[in-house]
C-alpha cells in the first residue's frame, strides 16, 4: 500500500474517532488532530478538512445547547433556555390562617379558620431583558381576583419602564412580598397606602445601593366597581407616585448591614370611588377609624385630592433588624364637607410603627434585602427535613411591632359606630357609640422557617382604641392570636 492510501486509511480512522468523540474530549481531540500533523502522518490540507468538520459539529452541539429547554425548581417549577436568556416559572403561595379573639372585649368577632391568600402565577424573562407576571388570587374578597398583570423592560438597569397592574410605589412594608412579611398581618399604617393599581412606572438604581420610582396609576385600586375595565367616567382624575430610597451599607460595602432610608409621596385627584375609611385591626378582626361616605359627587363637589407622604427606615445588622415607617394622608375635599353630615375643613390621618426583629438561629437580615426593601427568602442555616435525614433547627424568629394610627382630625359627626348592632351593647343609643378615632396596638410574634417554602406563624394582638370627643367607648380592645401555616413555591 502506498504512503497516500495509507495516508487516507488513517485519515478517515482518524476523522471517525474525532467526529465520534465526547464533546468533553474537544480539547484533547484537537490535540491529537495537531500531534497527527506534525508527525506527518496527515497533511495540512487533510488535517484542515478534519478540523473543518469538527469546527462544524461544535457549532451545531453549541446552537442545539442553546435552544435546549431545562426544567427545574428554584423557588418555583421553572423552565430555562440553555443560553440563560429566557426563562419562565410557575409559582403560588397558600396561607392557611386561624384566628381567635378575646370574648369578653369584642364579642361580635368569631374565631374562625380562612385562606389568607391562595396566589397561582407565571412569570418569566425573554432576551435577559423582558419581564413580565400574571397572578390570581383565588381567595380574593370577589372570589378569584387577578392581582399582577404587567410587562416590564430592562433595557438598561438605572432606567426600566413597567406598565399593567402592580404595586405602587410607596412603602417598604407594602411593597414587601406577603410570603415574606414579619407578621402574620401589616401593620395599621399600609392601609393608607396606595398599593396594587393599574398604570404605568419607571424605575431603576442609577447608583450603588439607590432606587427610585414614578408612575402614574388610575388611582382607585383593582378590581373595583365599575372600574374593572377603565370605564367609569366618574374617576376621571389618576394617581402620581414616588418612591427613593438608599442603602448606606451597600454605599460602604458592608455585606452583613443594611442601613436603609427613603422616602414617597402620592398625589390623587377625584377618587370617588372610596366610599369611605375602614380602618381594620392588625388582628384582622373589627373596624377601628370607620367613617362616613364621602359626599356625593356634584355640580358642587368634583370629589378631593389625597395627598400622602410617607417615610422609612431600617437597621439591619446581622440576625436582628430595626424598621419604622411614618405616613401623613391629607384629604383636601372641594366640597365645604369630605363626608356627609360631616364636619367641614380637610381631615389627616397620621400613622407609624416601629418594629424590632431576631433571628436566633443567627441567620443574616442583609442577605434577604434588595431592591429597597426586604423581600427575599429567607434560608435556614440548617433545614428541619427528618425524612431527609436532615433534623437541623430551621430558622426561628421572635419580634415585636407597635403601631399608632391618629385620626382625630375626624370628629363625632363624620364618624359612624365601629362595632354596628352588637348584641351586648343595649339597642338604644348605639348610634352614639364606639365611633373610635384613634388606635394602637402592640404585635409580638413568633416564627418558624424548617424549610426555606415553609414557615409556621404565630402572633399576639393587642389593640387599643379611643373614641371621638362626645362619644362613648363601650368596648375599646381587641385581643387576638393569629396562626398562620404557609407553603409558598
Request: glycine share 10%; charged share 20%; hydrophobic share 40%.
Amino acid at each position: 500500500m502506498n504512503s497516500n492510501k495509507l495516508r487516507g486509511v488513517i485519515a478517515a480512522v482518524a476523522g471517525a474517532m474525532l467526529f465520534n468523540a465526547m464533546p468533553a474530549m474537544a480539547d484533547s481531540t484537537d490535540d491529537i488532530l495537531n500531534a497527527l500533523i506534525a508527525k506527518g502522518v496527515l497533511t495540512e490540507e487533510e488535517g484542515a478538512l478534519l478540523q473543518k468538520g469538527r469546527t462544524g459539529e461544535k457549532e451545531a452541539a453549541a446552537k442545539k445547547k442553546e435552544s435546549a429547554i431545562s426544567t427545574s425548581f428554584k423557588d418555583g417549577i421553572v423552565f430555562e433556555s440553555g443560553d440563560k436568556k429566557h426563562k419562565v416559572s410557575v409559582n403560588g403561595r397558600a396561607q392557611a390562617d386561624y384566628r381567635s379573639f378575646s370574648d369578653d372585649l369584642t364579642n361580635n368577632q368569631t374565631d374562625t379558620w380562612d385562606i389568607r391568600r391562595a396566589y397561582l402565577g407565571v412569570k418569566g424573562t425573554f432576551y435577559d431583558t423582558y419581564d413580565f407576571e400574571v397572578t390570581y388570587n383565588g381567595a380574593g374578597s370577589t372570589g378569584s381576583d387577578l392581582l399582577y398583570a404587567y410587562f416590564n423592560a430592562r433595557w438598561w438597569e438605572q432606567a426600566q419602564f413597567k406598565i399593567g397592574q402592580f404595586k405602587q410605589p410607596f412603602s417598604m412594608e407594602e411593597l414587601g412580598s406577603s410570603r415574606f412579611i414579619n407578621f402574620t398581618e401589616r401593620s395599621l399604617l399600609t392601609q393608607l397606602v396606595p398599593a396594587v393599581d393599574r398604570g404605568a412606572q419607571i424605575h431603576g438604581a442609577p447608583f450603588k445601593g439607590t432606587t427610585y420610582a414614578l408612575g402614574y396609576f388610575n388611582g382607585v385600586g383593582i378590581n373595583r366597581g365599575t372600574n374593572v375595565n377603565d370605564n367609569n367616567i366618574l374617576a376621571d382624575g389618576k394617581s402620581v407616585t414616588g418612591r427613593a430610597t438608599v442603602n448606606i451599607a451597600e454605599l460602604m460595602d458592608q455585606k452583613d448591614a443594611v442601613y436603609h432610608i427613603g422616602a414617597a409621596y402620592s398625589s390623587t385627584t377625584d377618587t370617588d370611588l372610596t366610599n369611605a375609611i375602614d380602618i381594620r385591626t392588625e388582628g384582622r378582626g373589627t373596624s377601628t377609624v370607620k367613617t362616613n361616605t364621602f359626599s356625593t359627587i356634584g355640580t358642587a363637589n368634583s370629589g378631593y385630592d389625597l395627598k400622602r407622604t410617607g417615610l422609612e427606615g431600617a437597621v439591619a445588622y446581622g440576625p436582628v433588624k430595626v424598621q419604622g415607617e411614618w405616613l401623613k394622608a391629607k384629604f383636601e375635599a372641594d366640597a365645604p364637607a369630605l363626608l356627609a353630615g360631616g364636619t367641614t375643613g380637610d381631615k389627616d390621618i397620621t400613622a407609624w410603627y416601629a418594629a424590632v426583629n431576631w433571628m436566633i438561629t443567627g441567620e443574616n437580615y442583609a442577605d434577604v434585602y434588595k431592591g429597597g426593601m426586604f423581600g427575599g427568602r429567607m434560608k435556614p442555616k440548617n433545614n428541619f427535613d427528618p425524612k431527609a435525614g436532615k433534623w437541623g433547627t430551621g430558622a426561628w424568629e421572635i419580634g415585636a411591632r407597635y403601631s399608632k394610627l391618629d385620626a382625630s382630625d375626624f370628629k363625632a359627626a363624620d364618624l359612624v359606630n365601629a362595632y354596628g348592632v352588637n348584641p351586648a351593647i343595649p339597642a338604644a343609643g348605639t348610634a352614639a357609640q364606639n365611633r373610635f378615632n384613634e388606635v394602637d396596638a402592640w404585635t409580638i410574634g413568633l416564627k418558624w422557617i424548617p424549610s426555606p417554602n415553609v414557615r409556621f406563624m404565630a402572633n399576639y394582638v393587642t389593640t387599643n382604641m379611643d373614641c371621638a370627643a362626645g362619644v362613648v367607648c363601650t368596648e375599646d380592645k381587641e385581643k387576638a392570636v393569629n396562626l398562620r401555616a404557609q407553603l409558598d413555591f
